[in-house]
């Protein structure tokens, strides 16, 4: 069965500083990863991706991932956070080995805030 | 151009009222799903159709039917509504049913139940 864990419910970091919210995941065969992002009364809105390739995966608005196959782990990445980074962040999954159709598995979210 | 839409964006209504949510995608993809958020913001999949035929449905009462007249279009309507129905849904499409097909959320559908 596939699931994520996000181990932190709550992030700050102060602006211009970097940023990781955190995401590992287990799966049944090879994952490919999401990032969403919500903002306040919104939908969610799609960050990026890892499908294969190169471990280092970079998105919108300046966010990038790291692959992490040993350590099962898919954490997100900004090197200087803006005020309006702030939002509700989800991880997603699935697996190669995903029985019926490919629905993506969510994290419990992060919410992240970047203090001034 | 808004690329999944959905209305109403919220939803008052009683117990035991039905309603319907509409949801439209314009990226000409062949999936569409529908999703509810919790109050504590955790998303599950309700159901899943790929070029109008239904994919998934997790264990979601009966209640919940889904109807896709056409492939840029997935609707939930919901009979009897029940309290525990309060929640956000939110309408999503993909290319097709690969695993690589990315995502696509609409702006969600607040639904109050008194």
């Known amino acids: 069965a596939q699931s994520v864990a996000q181990p932190e419910d709550q992030v700050n970091v102060a602006e211009g500083n970097p940023l990781t919210v955190k995401c590992t995941y287990s799966?049944?065969?090879?994952?490919?990863l999401f990032w969403y992002v919500q903002y306040p009364n919104r939908g969610l809105q799609f960050l990026l991706k890892?499908?294969?390739?190169?471990?280092l995966v970079k998105g919108s608005y300046g966010f990038e991932a790291e692959f992490n196959k040993s350590q099962t782990s898919f954490h997100l990445k900004k090197p200087s956070a803006l005020v309006s980074d702030s939002a509700l962040y989800f991880c997603?999954?699935?697996?190669?080995?995903?029985?019926?159709?490919?629905?993506?598995?969510f994290g419990t979210g992060t919410r992240l805030t970047v203090i001034p | 151009d808004t690329a999944v839409s959905q209305t109403p964006k919220y939803l008052v209504t009683q117990m035991g009222n039905d309603k319907s949510i509409k949801c439209e995608q314009n990226?000409?993809?062949?999936?569409m799903y529908w999703y509810k958020q919790d109050s504590k913001k955790f998303l599950k999949i309700m159901f899943s159709?790929?070029?109008?035929?239904?994919?998934i449905n997790e264990t979601v009462p009966n209640r919940f039917s889904p109807k896709s007249p056409d492939k840029a279009h997935l609707n939930l309507h919901i009979n009897s509504l029940e309290l525990g129905d309060s929640a956000v849904y939110f309408c999503?499409?993909?290319?097709?049913?690969?695993?690589?097909?990315?995502?696509?959320f609409g702006p969600g559908t607040r639904l109050t139940v008194l």
């Open positions: 999503a499409s993909s290319p097709g049913l690969a695993v690589r097909d990315t995502q696509y």
């Open positions: 799966v049944s065969g090879n994952p490919y």
């Open positions: 890892y499908i294969t390739g190169d471990n």
């Open positions: 997603a999954v699935r697996a190669s080995l995903q029985t019926g159709a490919n629905n993506l598995f």
């Open positions: 990226l000409g993809h062949d999936t």
């Open positions: 159709y790929n070029n109008k035929e239904l994919i």
